[in-house]
């Protein structure tokens, strides 16, 4: 039960996070900009969504690296018998490395989200700035590469036939962040309305 309510503690910010990026998001941040004026613009919405998407990708990785550091002290954290359990997955020392380094998935996932969420901040902090399309180019790049790493850990849930709701929500925030980059990106390209937000 604790297990279900931590996976919406952040699955639930990261998807509010999705819609605030996509068009139909308007509305919602229309309803919010009274209160958070960043919202009144459409850039405005797009980089909280992605503050949003990034931070709680951040938290989720920071909770796959914690459950495979108990595991690795000899503890549990999500063990079952049935479908969803994150502990045979994270705790699989063959699976839970990337191939290359060797480094934790849940690692990795905290440096990239970390990067990412400098990258927004900077953006919108200074949306005219000198690294302001260097950092929409990159942060595309970064989570577009993010969708190979994604499809290799789903091929893993698929061999071992579990699915860890740990990582499948780190895999939401990387599609949704991809998604706020792009739609970051297809702003920055028409000028005008990047300076009119």
Known sequence: MIDNLLVAAYLIPTLFGLILVAPFGKSIGDSLSA????????RGRITA???????????????????????????NFCASST?????DLIGNNDLNVDPVFGLSWGMIGMMVNAFL???????KNEPN???????IK?????????IFVVLL???????ESKIC????TAHIANIAALFGFFRLGKLYDDKSAWKQN
Do not use: H, P
Not at 49 to 75: D, N
Not at 138 to 146: C, F, S, V
Not at 153 to 159: C, G, N, P
Not at 165 to 168: E, F, P, R, S
């Open 35 to 42: 209160r958070f004026e960043i919202m009144a613009t459409e």
């Open 49 to 75: 969504g992605l503050q949003l998407i990034t931070f709680f990708g951040f938290a989720v990785s920071a909770q796959t690296f914690w459950i495979s550091s108990k595991i690795s002290e000899g503890g």
């Open 83 to 87: 479908v969803f359990n994150c502990d």
């Open 117 to 123: 969420l400098f990258m927004v901040l900077v953006i």
């Open 129 to 135: 700035g000198e690294y302001t399309e260097r950092f």
């Open 138 to 146: 990159l942060g595309t790049i970064i989570t577009g590469l993010g």
């Open 153 to 159: 850990l789903v091929s893993y849930e698929i061999q």
């Open 165 to 168: 709701l740990y990582c499948t």
